[in-house]
């Protein structure tokens, strides 16, 4: 089938040109085709402007886009203490007329229990994919200049944060709506465990808390 391929960002860059038509019968064999190298890890494929996963077959004329993971920004699990000002610094671009975050922190009161501390556990590597696809799926629905998210594991004190998110955007209605889906979308799909520990007992916490 032959096929519209659009590259966007670093791909564009790297190959040498924005559009060409190519020879592929699904979308896993659009990449080799470019004859570019290794295919960069995190890298997603839409198929006349959908999402689309690499088994999917290919019709005569279909635009495929293949889109890096993020245009900016930064996706981060660690055992570190989190620092605003470096996502915010992350997200930092000359087109941004504004900086939305948020930064979720350990509360000493939950369910009606006091909370000692938190205790998150992640599987990192997929969690870091997640956020990237989380972001390309924003930068997709709003105008954003980058995304950034960084995300502790471990013990978590009270007060503490445990997720810190920027988002830059010319327009700051897509800056603050983009950040508000980040958080919410976060907690229900990327894998991360909240352990809560309190004052004679502990609980692990299921997604969307």
């Known amino acids: 089938m032959r096929v519209h391929v659009k590259l966007f960002a670093g791909l564009r860059e790297r190959a040498g040109w924005s559009s060409r038509e190519i020879e592929a019968r699904t979308v896993g064999d659009v990449w080799p085709a470019l004859g570019l190298g290794e295919e960069p890890g995190g890298l997603l494929y839409a198929v006349n402007r959908v999402y689309a996963d690499r088994s999917q077959e290919l019709r005569d004329g279909d635009e495929v886009a293949l889109i890096p993971p993020v245009s900016g920004g930064a996706f981060v699990v660690t055992e570190e203490r989190l620092s605003l000002e470096t996502v915010v610094a ?120």
């Open 90 to 209: 992350e997200v930092a671009d000359e087109r941004a007329g504004g900086i939305a975050t948020f930064t979720g922190t350990v509360r000493r009161q939950s369910r009606g229990r006091e909370v000692t501390h938190l205790e998150y556990e992640a599987y990192a590597e997929m969690a870091e994919d997640v956020m990237a696809k989380l972001a390309a799926d924003l930068e997709r629905r709003y105008d954003l200049c980058a995304v950034a998210i960084h995300h502790r594991t471990g013990r978590v004190e009270i007060g503490e944060a445990s997720v810190v998110i920027a988002v830059s955007a010319p327009h700051r209605q897509d800056a603050l709506a983009a950040c508000k889906d980040a958080i919410d979308t976060l907690k229900e799909t990327v894998p991360l465990w909240k352990k809560e520990i309190y004052e004679g007992g502990e609980e692990w916490i299921g997604r969307g808390s």
